[in-house]
């Protein structure tokens, strides 16, 4: 439970109204989930412990706006992958997962969060092949201490792997009836940090279809709807934000994943309607889905961004990692165009605090939470990360400025404290036990009251293992295949050189 703390004579990163970063040097008081006090000299009444944050720095937790966080008994398989190749043994792969398996796997991914740095997930589902797959994960995410908008997204489910075949009908009764269930029972957990948003991809489908499942989405009180949006060879390259817009549905809650080769048109709604995009720079970069929509050299959706991981099967679940891949990538595609025509650039393009603001502030907008993440300020939540200013990472440019050491030198291991809600979820560098009977209410699959990462790692391994031996009686090139025709992908379009 949260207490009262203060954290004592650290640096801390605030935020003002141009989101311009200010070190100060002050105090931070806690008091239950909120920040009550940021000023030098707090005193330390009765019952408060305090915490010496002398040579630390104190910045807000990142916001991670797309993640499938389930993912984790898949990672290292998609190093090489490109979209395509990624649907088959990646994301489909959840049919062959256990509700057991989602849990470890959840339980793991936001544990994985915590520990680099991360207080707030919007996290896209896309497990729900029944009803005990999503409560399993639900549980794992209120067990984990994280705060999480969990995305709730009726999703095809793959019903035979030979042949190849998905359902039909992504909106079966037993998924609506899932989804009033769960609206009516968030927030989940005793503190409510795990709010309830919607994920849904299938926005081919009639406008009257969209208008019926968005109106029941808005009158249960969910305020963040989310879609992948890539306008590629592999998905096409219609509008969804135009397609959205003409329905009369596009509006503020809206989230859009990727939001690559976006047009200047959706780059007018987006701001229009105040709707956001989360994008994720390394599967963006890798997976061929296009140049990241955040710093993007022609169309102007920086304001409406935040950043995302997007799977860390593929990667590392750093946002200052990914921040730093973005503001560096951007950078090159600039410089290039001078290079090309024999110049030089006079200055630099996009700065390290713009980065920094796209996984705090601007992950915060685009969570629907603005004010209360991703900033210190008397009022917001306290999500506050704790670094180490004198680590062999941190030092001397901590000193000068952190924020763009944070963003460009930084390592998870200069995270020595992780503060949800008011809550120590990593102290000392290391994870803290999880409560798993917090999630018990959803799902009580996990017969254990208390794990530490050990025993989470060494269960991961096993299952790992299972899952790994369930790919193997798999065909994945007739998946591949039976994806191509279930996507009405044209395989002309997919080619070796151009």
Not at 264 to 271: I, K, R, V, Y
Not at 455 to 465: F, I
């Amino acid at each position: 439970m949260a207490t009262s703390i203060l954290l004592q004579g650290g640096t801390v990163l605030v935020h003002d109204e141009n989101d311009h970063v200010n070190p100060i040097k002050a105090d931070i008081l806690i008091e239950g989930n909120t920040i009550s006090k940021i000023g030098a000299g707090i005193a330390a009444t009765s019952g408060v412990q305090v915490i010496d944050c002398t040579d630390k720095i104190l910045s807000p937790g990142f916001v991670d706006t797309h993640h499938h966080v389930w993912q984790t008994l898949l990672k290292g398989r998609h190093a090489n992958d490109l979209l395509l190749d990624y649907f088959g043994h990646g994301n489909f792969t959840k049919s062959i997962h256990t509700p057991e398996d989602l849990f470890w796997g959840q339980l793991a991914g936001c544990l994985e969060c915590l520990d680099v740095g991360t207080t707030t997930v919007v996290d896209h589902a896309h497990l729900n092949d029944s009803p005990e797959s999503t409560k399993a994960a639900i549980a794992a995410t209120i067990s984990s201490g994280i705060r999480s908008v969990f995305c709730y997204c009726p999703t095809g489910r793959v019903e035979s792997w030979k042949p190849f075949t998905l359902s039909q009908n992504p909106l079966a009764p037993w998924v609506i009836d899932l989804l009033d269930e769960l609206a009516a029972k968030a927030p989940f957990g005793d503190d409510g940090k795990v709010s309830l948003g919607f994920a849904f991809d299938d926005l081919y489908l009639p406008k009257e279809v969209l208008a019926g499942i968005y109106g029941r989405v808005k009158s249960l009180g969910i305020k963040v709807n989310t879609t992948h949006y890539v306008r590629n060879a592999l998905t096409g390259f219609s509008s969804m934000i135009e397609a959205l817009d003409s329905y009369d549905l596009l509006d503020s809650s809206f989230l859009f994943s990727h939001a690559t080769n976006a047009t200047p048109a959706d780059a007018a709604l987006l701001a229009k309607t105040k709707s956001h995009v989360a994008t994720t720079p390394s599967t963006e970069l890798q997976m061929a889905q296009g140049q990241s929509a955040a710093f993007h050299p022609t169309i102007d959706i920086t304001p409406q961004c935040g950043v995302g991981i997007d799977c860390q099967s593929n990667q590392s679940a750093s946002i200052p990692s990914e921040l730093r891949l973005l503001l560096q990538s951007s950078r090159g595609v600039y410089n290039q165009k001078f290079m090309d025509g024999g110049k030089l650039p006079k200055k630099v393009t996009h700065t390290a605090e713009e980065a920094f603001n796209l996984g705090t502030v601007g992950g915060a907008r685009a969570a629907k939470m603005e004010g209360k993440i991703g900033t210190l300020k008397a009022g917001a939540y306290a999500d506050i990360l704790v670094w180490d200013a004198l680590s062999p990472s941190m030092v001397c440019g901590a000193q000068h400025d952190p924020v763009a050491t944070i963003v460009l030198n930084s390592s998870p291991r200069d995270i020595e404290m992780v503060i949800v809600g008011g809550v120590v979820r990593k102290e000392g560098g290391r994870l803290k036990s999880v409560d798993v009977k917090s999630g018990r209410e959803m799902w009580g699959g996990v017969e254990r009251d208390v794990l530490e990462w050990k025993d989470v790692s060494r269960e991961l391994v096993k299952r790992r293992e299972v899952i790994q031996r369930k790919i193997e009686g798999i065909d994945m090139e007739e998946a591949r295949r039976g994806v191509i025709a279930a996507f009405h992908i044209d395989e002309s379009l997919v080619v070796d050189s151009i």
